[in-house]
């Protein structure tokens, strides 16, 4: 095997790898960009902060959750920011999407600083219609930063 053969593998690879970045990177785009199309659809900004405040007193806070239509699939992305991964519980039905999880305290601090003792937000809960019936049974999921990506595919008519 020459040098020419070694660094042309290299390069392929260091292509690949950035190939898989991008990809990253543009669904992380396509995902933020739909959550705030979705913020200006639903919501004034008064009416956020007033849920926001409902929520804190509550000590329940609702996951930003956004369903994205691939075709013959769905992405479901659900903002679990500052969530202990080991307590993220989802119900996935043909329908509806359940997403609960536990806050770190840690996490609590670092946003409220010190205030933190005061706030009593101790968990993320909530759930969505989804636009179309899935087949749960092909969910595949995966939680990197505190956001759950589930990739499910539309139930056969």
């Given amino acids: 095997m020459s040098y020419d053969d ?6 392929k690879r260091a292509l690949r790898i950035m190939r898989d970045i991008m990809s990253d990177f543009d669904e992380m785009e396509a995902w933020m960009r739909s959550m705030v199309d979705d913020l200006e659809d639903e919501m004034r900004p008064e009416q956020l902060f007033e849920e926001r405040l409902k929520e804190l007193r509550s000590g329940v ?16 992305v659900v903002d679990l920011s500052g969530s202990d991964p080991r307590t993220v519980d989802v119900r996935l039905t043909r329908d509806r999407i359940a997403v609960r ?23 993320y ?9 899935v087949d749960p049974r092909t969910a595949k999921s995966e939680l990197k930063g505190g956001v759950l990506i589930i990739t499910v595919r539309k139930a056969s008519s």
Avoid: T
């Fill in 6 to 11: 070694i660094f042309e593998r290299m390069r």
């Fill in 61 to 76: 806070l609702s996951p930003l959750i956004s369903v994205h239509d691939r075709g013959d699939h769905l992405v479901i």
């Fill in 101 to 123: 999880a536990q806050i770190r305290s840690e996490a609590l601090r670092k946003a409220y600083g010190q205030v933190s003792w005061a706030m009593k937000v101790s968990y």
């Fill in 125 to 133: 809960s909530g759930e969505q219609a989804l636009p179309e019936p």
